[in-house]
């Protein structure tokens, strides 16, 4: 496919350029590439901060709504069905709708959705306004690199989405720090408050700053059924992955779920071939290097979120440290993904993504190596050798997969792209979240026995032993009120030794993950129509 030439819609009376290169550069705010960068990392950091902030606010929901465990796993779950199933049909919206405009009405939502959350007395209309965040979430998140991939040109592209990809890293592990302050000195609600006066700047911005970009061949129709297969085929997908851990990964309704997502992703992408506009024009997939950097993003989340979600319980529950302390050990992570992202812009530019890809994806399968030999009394100095290793890995990872998603489809598909980009960090993370999640259980399952009896613990019924592994997955020691300190003591290190072992286990395969996706890696390139998007203003 060639790249299109880019329209600015700002008013009935402008006129068309007859192609980018050809627009005088912007006197004003509006349409500056910088300014625009600055506005949609308002919206984004929302977004990504709600991402983990949440997770510290649970325990203060469920004690103030009265909640059940499982009511408060949907606080999460229900977002994160609700962002992953729309991406791509947000992105086609902005496609069609131009991104200004979508990016506007998702800032908007969010915040209110935000605001309603935190006025709602029931755990009911907060899972039903996570729902809501997670729609306008997926307006906001393509839209913002539909804007940023027609504003900058080709050859500042990569430095726009380092300092982006900074923002959502930083604004993602900063999370914990943040609500674990919010919720100890103001409230819950305040984890959810606190957007609306982020969103309302980011609309204000918006409207000052953000020119409409739209590809003259941007599409005109919407290809309803391909919507409809699309999203229940990501639903389907979804949702066993988040059930499997409960359900079993031998269960019938979990394969049940995967094979009607496997036949609805063959079902669209079967209408694909036959309709007019396609919602996703199969076509785009021809390209090896956007292909590679879909599977690269994937690869990348199993290894990051999937190695990352045991080393917080691992910080909080063996070290007991509390969220913020966990958060603030966790640092190094987000001070070299703060530095490295724009440094890794700049190498992109220079030596095209190829290298500091496949390099990033080596720096993060060592740094996993390196998690996987943490022990119950490893110091925070060498935790934190391992987790700035980590950071600096993923930032060339983030940017430079993001630039050859969105660089190599054609302009007019932009916010599809982002999209994609975006879904395959969700269904990753969910993937990596859930099969590492199997990897760990199977081994506490494993082990926990033979530990226990080594130990010369008293013995355990076979409905006890399941509580306590159950326990032990998330590195809490099955230790009642009335057993002896003594004991405790020794079930305590039998906990914490089950749990590191399956969580070691757990950090290598997101290793092994790591190394397939240095290979991935070596398939990319630089995006062939980056140089759609040449931007006006001054850069």
Request: hydrophobic share 55%.
């Amino acid at each position: 496919m060639t790249s299109q030439t880019t329209i600015d819609k700002t008013g009935p009376e402008d006129k068309t350029p007859d192609s980018p290169l050809d627009r005088a550069p912007s006197t004003g705010l509006r349409g500056h590439p910088w300014f625009t960068l600055i506005t949609v990392a308002v919206g984004v950091m929302m977004v990504a901060l709600d991402g983990t902030i949440v997770a510290i606010a649970n325990p203060a929901i469920a004690k103030d709504l009265g909640a059940t465990f499982a009511d408060v796993q949907w606080i999460t779950n229900a977002y994160f069905l609700a962002l992953a199933v729309s991406l791509i049909t947000a992105g086609k919206l902005g496609d069609r709708f131009g991104h200004r405009q979508t990016f506007l009405i998702g800032v908007t939502g969010f915040a209110a959705a935000s605001g309603a959350i935190g006025l709602s007395h029931s755990i009911a209309l907060v899972v039903t306004f996570r729902v809501f965040q997670g729609l306008f979430g997926a307006l906001l998140m393509p839209a913002a690199l539909g804007l940023l991939r027609a504003t900058f040109p080709a050859e500042k592209l990569n430095m726009a989405i380092g300092i982006w990809g900074m923002v959502i890293g930083a604004s993602t592990a900063g999370g914990p720090i943040l609500g674990g302050l919010l919720v100890q000195h103001v409230s819950w609600q305040s984890v959810f408050f606190i957007n609306v006066p982020v969103g309302l700047i980011a609309l204000v911005l918006g409207l000052l700053i953000l020119l409409d970009h739209r590809a003259e061949n941007a599409p005109r129709s919407f290809d309803i059924l391909g919507i409809v297969l699309l999203s229940g085929a990501m639903f389907c997908l979804v949702w066993a992955l988040i059930k499997a851990p409960a359900w079993g990964w031998g269960d019938g309704k979990t394969w049940l779920f995967l094979g009607l997502s496997v036949l609805g992703f063959a079902l669209f992408s079967f209408w694909e071939t036959r309709v007019k506009e396609p919602l996703i024009p199969l076509a785009l997939f021809r390209s090896v290097p956007l292909s590679a950097g879909v599977v690269l993003m994937v690869l990348m989340a199993i290894a990051f979120m999937g190695g990352l979600f045991f080393v917080t319980f691992y910080l909080q529950s063996v070290h007991g440290m509390s969220p913020v302390d966990a958060g603030l050990h966790l640092l190094p992570l987000t001070g070299m993904m703060i530095v490295g992202s724009p440094l890794a812009g700049l190498a992109i530019t220079k030596l095209g993504p190829r290298i500091p890809l496949a390099s990033g994806m080596a720096a993060t399968a060592i740094a996993m190596y390196g998690m996987s030999t943490l022990e119950a009394d490893t110091s925070s100095g060498v935790m934190s050798v391992w987790f700035a290793l980590l950071g600096f890995g993923l930032a060339p990872v983030m940017v430079g997969a993001t630039e050859v998603i969105v660089g190599n489809a054609p302009m007019e598909l932009s916010g599809v792209a982002g999209g994609l980009q975006q879904a395959a960090m969700q269904v990753g993370g969910s993937l990596g979240t859930a099969v590492l999640g199997a990897v760990m259980a199977s081994k506490v399952d494993s082990d926990l026995p033979g530990n226990w009896t080594d130990a010369k613990l008293p013995p355990l019924t076979p409905a006890q032993l399941d509580q306590a592994s159950e326990a032990v997955r998330v590195g809490v020691a099955p230790v009642t009120k009335d057993t002896p300190a003594a004991i405790a003591a020794q079930i305590t290190d039998v906990a914490h030794e089950t749990f590191i072992s399956g969580m070691s286990l757990a950090c290598l395969v997101a290793a092994g993950v790591a190394v397939v996706a240095v290979f991935v890696a070596l398939l990319t390139k630089r995006g062939e129509n980056a140089e759609a998007g040449a931007g006006v203003g001054h850069i």
